[in-house]
């Protein structure tokens, strides 16, 4: 059994991850217009009309941008808690009732070979939650948009193969940046996103033996650049006593270029 997954799109600007199994694909938020969606589904070889369904984290339009009008076209199901669903309904456009899907928060639903457990996140959205997906051994994690990783999201997303992890901001840029301080204080805050630093304290305490890739997701395009948040976690991760290469490898993501369909 094989696990195959690519983020598609991520940062502020738009967010959208795809993973598929022999016989199971999903799409993670729909954060792009559906034109650009199609375009980054192209650019992966796969057609989004053969998807399984969408699964939504939260309202927020880098999340959910192109949703309505991709499951509307393709008459795909679409998954998500009730509060979610309360939140986007205005921003989506009508969604026909057997498309809609409740998936609690700290539920496992099982697709196929695939099962998907959704964890609970900090952040100032209704409901938001994340998903880690399990086939057989394989253990893939998306957390991002948090404002810390408590202890329980580490329990749930331990020793996981991959992560997609956010890496959000570096601290001093987002201090010295243009941002009004009301927004700043809403980044730094408990409920906002977690920085270069945080993340990769985090990330020693979750990556185990199985865990070969991390990739850096959700970077800022005003308070982070793609060396920088390598270079922080890198460091941080050292201070911790792990090698960059020896146990796992750091990847990039990109807001508007998805990254290589790997296999787990």
């Given at each position: 059994m094989t696990m195959h997954f690519s983020v598609l799109a991520s940062g502020s600007t738009g967010n959208a991850f795809y993973v598929e199994t022999e016989d199971q694909a999903f799409l993670v938020d729909a954060g792009l217009s559906g034109k650009q969606?199609?375009?980054?589904?192209?650019?992966?070889?796969?057609?989004?009309?053969?998807?399984?369904?969408?699964?939504?984290?939260?309202?927020?339009?880098?999340?959910?941008?192109?949703?309505?009008?991709?499951?509307r076209k393709h008459k795909l199901p679409i998954y998500a808690n009730e509060k979610t669903w309360q939140a986007m309904e205005r921003s989506i456009g009508e969604i026909s009732l057997d498309q809609k899907f409740i998936f609690n928060m700290e539920q496992v639903s099982t697709f196929g070979s695939l099962d998907i457990e959704s964890f609970g996140v900090s952040h100032d959205a209704a409901e938001p939650m994340f998903y880690v997906f399990h086939q057989g051994d394989n253990k893939l994690v998306l957390i991002t948009d948090t404002g810390y990783v408590s202890d329980r999201m580490k329990g749930i997303i331990?020793?996981?193969?991959?992560?997609?992890?956010?890496?959000?901001?570096?601290?001093?840029?987002?201090?010295?940046?243009?941002y009004p301080w009301?927004?700043?204080?809403?980044?730094?805050s408990d409920m906002g996103h977690v920085s270069n630093e945080d993340a990769a304290i985090a990330m020693s305490e979750v990556a185990g033996d199985k865990t070969k890739r991390i990739y850096l997701a959700h970077l800022s395009l005003d308070n982070n650049m793609k060396d920088l948040?390598?270079?922080s976690v890198e460091q941080t991760l050292q201070t911790k006593g792990i090698l960059i290469g020896e146990q796992f490898s750091l990847y990039d993501t990109d807001p508007k270029k998805p990254t290589e369909l790997v296999a787990l």
């Open positions: 969606m199609e375009a980054l589904f192209s650019d992966i070889g796969r057609d989004m009309s053969k998807l399984s369904g969408i699964l939504v984290t939260h309202e927020h339009s880098d999340h959910i941008k192109g949703l309505g009008i991709i499951a331990s020793n996981a193969d991959a992560y997609i992890f956010e890496s959000n901001h570096d601290v001093g840029m987002l201090r010295m940046g243009r009301s927004v700043k204080r809403r980044i730094l948040a390598r270079m």
